[in-house]
């Protein structure tokens, strides 16, 4: 199939199927920036509300790069990857100082700020200001590897092929719409499981439906094996508050609010005999991380309203204020909201 062919199917189907009214598709490169960031590794659906609260609160690249960290993670609480956050407000402070408050509308100095790679940067220019240049996110490497059957024997050479093919079909107009429309066709039609090849645009071209080989693409990358790992989490409960920690930046969920850690169960048992509390509770929560699976093995101790706590350095904070506060979902499995 001709590039031409396979981008007028593609924006026929579009303008009669394809999303239009997402809070996003606005030409505003720093709306469609926070979209994209926010797109990663989340649905559409899910990223809709982040979305519209994060914008009322920062609606311009300015106010965030004027933010507090804290004020930006709290805004993420619930995405989870929370280093997509922190290279927001680290783009934003770099174009607020070196670009004028905007972002640069150029793909190499766009790729050079932190948190942008070429598919981000290549869907701001395209989405914003129409400019013809490429995009390969999960969905886009869905359709495309299937329609025209691209495979590989190392990751980096598949990466490689693929970003020749989008390249060679990306047309010089309609940039905007054609991005859009590839998107919108992986996530509604050319799902990953269950594709529904009777209502897409290219159920006579595509090579995988052909030939029976759709689950063999797009070709898996072996998966790195999921590290195991038990954290041990000592619930300080007093009145209707609990003792939470900011977690420094070498360990897990750098800067946000969590309950104290111990390496080994015997380190937080000795840390309570230190106490006046009692102990309340145990039990333990499964959390999944992207490449670790943790068990989290909490400890509840109760205070009385005058006693206070010596060994850990922390804060009391209220437990239905916690929701303002940056952290991670573990704590709202561990807290029961
Ligand atoms: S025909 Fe099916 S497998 Fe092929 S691109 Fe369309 S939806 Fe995907």
């Keep these: 199939m001709k590039p031409v062919d396979f981008s007028t199917k593609l924006i026929d189907w579009y303008d009669k199927n394809g999303r239009k009214n997402l809070p996003w598709q606005v030409s505003d490169s720093y709306c469609v920036w926070i979209s994209e960031i926010m797109l990663q590794q989340t649905q559409v ?27 930006v993670l709290s805004l993420w609480s619930g995405l989870g990857y929370y280093n997509r956050a922190r290279n927001i407000h680290k783009t934003a402070i770099v174009c607020f100082e070196n670009h004028k408050g905007i972002l640069p509308n150029q793909l190499d100095e766009l790729m050079a700020l932190p948190g942008i790679g070429r598919t981000t940067a290549g869907a701001i220019l395209s989405l914003s200001d129409d400019l013809s240049f490429p995009i390969l996110d999960g969905n886009v490497k869905r359709v495309v590897s299937r329609v025209f059957t691209i495979g590989a024997d190392k990751s980096s050479e598949l990466t490689k092929k693929l970003w020749l093919k989008v390249e060679k079909l990306m047309p010089e107009k309609n940039a905007r719409k054609y991005n859009q429309a590839l998107m919108d066709l992986g996530s509604m039609v050319c799902k990953r499981t269950k594709p529904d090849c009777q209502q897409c645009p290219f159920i006579h071209e595509c090579k995988a439906l052909k030939s029976n080989q759709i ?55 000795n840390t309570i005999s230190l106490q006046h509390g009692k102990i309340i509770e145990t039990f333990s929560v499964q959390h999944i991380l992207t490449h670790r699976k943790l068990t989290i093995e909490v400890t509840v101790v109760q205070f009385g309203a005058e006693d206070s706590i010596e060994s850990i350095k922390g804060q009391w904070q209220d437990i239905e204020n916690i929701s303002n506060l940056p952290h991670p979902t573990a704590l709202n499995k561990i807290v029961g909201f």
């Design 45 to 71: 659906n899910s990223v809709v509300g982040y979305f519209k609260k994060f914008i009322e609160r920062f609606p311009t690249l300015t106010s965030l790069a004027k933010a507090e960290t804290d004020d």
């Design 215 to 269: 689950k063999l693409y797009p070709q898996k990358n072996k998966k790195p094996k999921q590290l195991e790992k038990t954290l041990y989490v000592l619930m300080v409960k007093r009145n209707k508050k609990i003792l939470l920690q900011k977690r420094d930046n070498s360990s897990i969920w750098p800067g946000l609010w969590f309950l104290p850690v111990f390496s080994t169960n015997t380190e937080l048992s």
